[in-house]
């Protein structure tokens, strides 16, 4: 390859870094507790407790519909029943089925050195985080019941933003010159 060439497209150097980390157990409680000591949470009562709606798609019917009417929900609403009155409730402090979304990223760099003359090095480098700009979405509601008594929660199992700092794709540009 002529000089020219090379200057241009060759000696370039990719890396990459991926993540890939499940999310965390959730909790489910209570909007309004009514436990004078202690963490009350709801009674289970049937056992799919996953609407079977993706969190993706809870998250972008939000955005669509952000009034909060006719929502999606992640949570079986019908599966999560009010203990009542000074009951802890049937249901576990953690859900192991029911995970919050996990880190899915991928950053990326590209990078060259160039010699211009003896003792003289121009490094060119480029990096992309986040690079396929890949979502992540904060816990669903988990407050079953509402403040008002015997309603259900209508925001129950809605994801209404990203999760706590998540990052967009972002780009970042350097050079340095040795002599």
């Known amino acids: 390859m002529n000089r020219a060439l090379d200057a241009v497209v ?7 870094m991926a993540t890939e980390q499940s999310g965390q157990p959730m909790a489910i409680g209570l909007a309004t507790a009514r ?4 963490s009350q949470r709801p009674n289970i009562v049937c056992s799919q407790l996953k609407s079977g709606t993706s969190m993706h798609t809870v998250a972008l019917d939000w955005q669509a519909n952000s009034s909060g009417a006719d929502v999606s929900s992640f949570f079986n609403p019908a599966c999560f029943a009010d203990p009542g009155d000074q009951n802890p409730g049937n249901g576990p402090r953690y859900y192991s ?3 919050v979304d996990g880190i899915h ?3 990326l760099n590209l990078y060259k050195s160039f010699v211009v ?4 090095k121009i490094d060119l480098r480029a990096e992309i985080f986040n ?3 890949h979502p992540r ?7 079953v019941g509402n403040t008002a008594a015997d309603l259900p929660n209508p925001f129950f ?10 990052l967009p794709r972002y780009f970042q540009f350097g050079a340095r010159f040795e002599f």
């Open 157 to 166: 199992g809605t994801i209404s933003g990203s999760a706590a700092g998540q």
């Open 10 to 16: 060759g000696g370039w150097h990719i890396a990459t």
């Open 117 to 120: 003359r003896e003792g003289m």
């Open 35 to 38: 436990l004078m000591s202690g």
């Open 131 to 133: 690079f396929l700009n």
């Open 97 to 99: 089925g029911l995970r």
């Open 137 to 143: 979405f904060g816990q669903p509601n988990s407050g």
């Open 105 to 107: 990223n991928m950053d």
